[in-house]
């Protein structure tokens, strides 16, 4: 499978707790993209990296969150001392050439429950 | 405020017959709209772009149109068949801005039922 791949792709676990998820993005596309979705919402983007460098994060982005894209291959985003609103689907996407009309392709998600 | 604003909010169609769904916007000048499907569970997957220059852009069964001027586009889904049960979410790009500023609708739930 060539795609973007994404792990776990459930995630429960109780309010407090750290949680990290992990995206390995298509090989050769050198731009990276974590967006988070709630139900009945279009995703939310939260940060993106451009090889290694963590070029944007977006203001929905608490202290908690960070995510890493070390050596410009794989991410992971981590979440501490989870709160029930983090519950939702955190989508990672890569993607690659000309930025104005850059296709951008999505992994499948990691679903999250905070209880 | 750019937004997108997409319609209607959910449909149920009989398998076979086609349907049309809206996307109206405000942002401007915006340099391409996307139409995505994303099934239940998974990541969204990319249906067409097209650039503002551009009105109609056709992937199979699935045909897309674009007028500039009203801001409005629409998504054309003809035969429909079971699985195409899925969210549409259009998204527009904000002229000279990168992928972090992508718009995304909040989508319309399709549902095909035989």
């Known amino acids: 499978d060539t795609g973007v791949s994404q792990n776990p792709r459930h995630k429960i676990t109780k309010r407090g707790q750290n949680v990290t998820f992990r995206c390995d993005p298509i090989s050769e596309h050198n731009r990276l993209y974590w967006y988070r979705q709630t139900l009945g919402q279009g995703p939310e983007f939260l940060t993106y990296f451009q090889n290694e460098a963590q070029l944007e994060k977006s203001r929905l982005l608490s202290d908690r969150f960070s995510a890493e894209r070390p050596k410009g291959s794989f991410s992971t985003l981590e979440i501490q001392r989870t709160e029930q609103g983090d519950s939702a689907m955190y989508l990672c996407a890569s993607s690659f050439g000309w930025v104005a009309n850059e296709k951008l392709f999505f992994g499948s998600g990691t679903q999250l429950s905070v209880l | 405020k750019n937004q997108v604003e997409q319609s209607p909010q959910s449909l149920i169609i009989l398998e076979g017959k086609n349907c049309t769904l809206q996307?109206?916007?405000?942002?401007?000048?915006?340099?391409?709209l996307r139409w995505y499907k994303q099934d239940t569970g998974r990541g969204p997957v990319s249906l067409t772009i097209?650039?503002?220059?551009?009105n109609t852009k056709s992937n199979g069964r699935y045909t897309a149109t674009l007028d500039a001027d009203t801001k409005q586009s629409s998504l054309h889904i003809t035969a429909s068949q079971l699985s195409d049960s899925a969210s549409y979410i259009c998204?527009?790009?904000?002229?000279?801005?990168?992928?972090?500023?992508?718009?995304f609708g909040k989508g319309t739930t399709l549902s095909v039922s035989s």
């Open positions: 998204v527009v790009t904000p002229a000279n801005q990168a992928g972090t500023a992508l718009i």
């Open positions: 996307c109206n916007y405000t942002v401007s000048p915006f340099s391409n």
């Open positions: 097209m650039t503002f220059s551009e």
